[in-house]
C-alpha cells in the first residue's frame, strides 16, 4: 500500500508541477490568467488526471507521456466547476471553502477564465508530438458533451474492454506511440 501511495505521491507533484507553469506569463491578460490560476490550482483530489496516469501506467505506458492529456482533463474539470458556480447556474458563493471564481474577479471574468481553460486544454492536447490523426482523435472526443453519457455505464465499458483486450494491447503502438499512452486519456470523459 505504500507503494501505490508513493505513486499517487508522484503522479500529484507532476501534475502540479506542470500546472503551476500554466498561465504564468505577465500579459494584459493576466488578470484573467490569475482568475484560471485561482481555480485550476484551488486544490481537491486531482483523481481525473491521477487515474489517467495510473491507469497508462498499468497498461504498459510511459505515464509522463500522458501528464498532458491528464491535466487536460483537469482543465476540462475546472472550467465545468467554474461555469456551474457562477450566478446563472448554481450560483455557488464557496467551493473547497474558498470564494469561487465569480466571487472573486466577477462573473463576465470567471465565465471567459472557465472558456479560456477549455480552449487551454485543447491546446494542450494539440501540441503533444502524438501523430496528428491521434491527437485529432483524442480532442474529437474531448469535444463531445462528457454530461450527455451517463459516467458510470461509460466506466464499465471501457473496464470491461479494456480487461477483454488487455493481452492484445500489450506491444499495440500507434506510430512510435504505445496505443494505451493515447486510449487511457480518453476514457474519463
Not at 22 to 29: M, T
Request: proline share 5%; charged share 25%.
Amino acid at each position: 500500500m505504500s507503494e501505490f501511495r508513493d505513486q499517487i505521491a508522484q503522479y500529484r507533484a507532476a501534475i502540479e508541477e506542470f500546472l503551476q507553469g500554466k498561465f504564468c506569463e505577465d500579459l494584459p491578460q493576466k488578470r484573467l490568467f490569475d482568475a484560471m490560476r485561482y481555480s485550476l490550482l484551488a486544490g481537491g483530489k486531482r483523481i481525473r488526471p491521477v487515474l489517467t496516469l495510473e491507469f497508462c501506467r498499468i497498461c504498459g505506458g510511459d505515464w509522463r507521456s500522458a501528464l498532458p492529456f491528464a491535466c487536460a482533463l483537469e482543465m476540462i474539470h475546472t472550467y465545468s466547476l467554474i461555469h456551474d458556480d457562477l450566478p446563472c447556474m448554481d450560483n455557488d458563493d464557496l467551493r473547497r471553502g474558498k470564494p469561487t471564481n465569480h466571487v472573486v474577479y466577477g462573473e463576465c471574468t470567471a465565465t471567459l477564465a472557465g472558456d479560456a481553460l477549455q480552449a487551454e486544454a485543447f491546446h494542450t492536447i494539440l501540441s503533444t508530438e502524438l501523430p496528428a490523426d491521434v491527437r485529432a482523435a483524442i480532442a474529437a472526443c474531448l469535444a463531445s458533451d462528457p454530461d450527455a453519457r451517463p459516467k458510470a455505464a461509460q466506466m464499465a465499458r471501457v473496464f470491461d474492454d479494456l480487461a477483454r483486450r488487455h493481452v492484445q494491447l500489450k506491444g499495440d503502438f500507434i506510430g512510435d506511440r504505445h496505443v494505451m499512452d493515447v486510449v487511457t486519456p480518453v476514457t474519463l470523459l
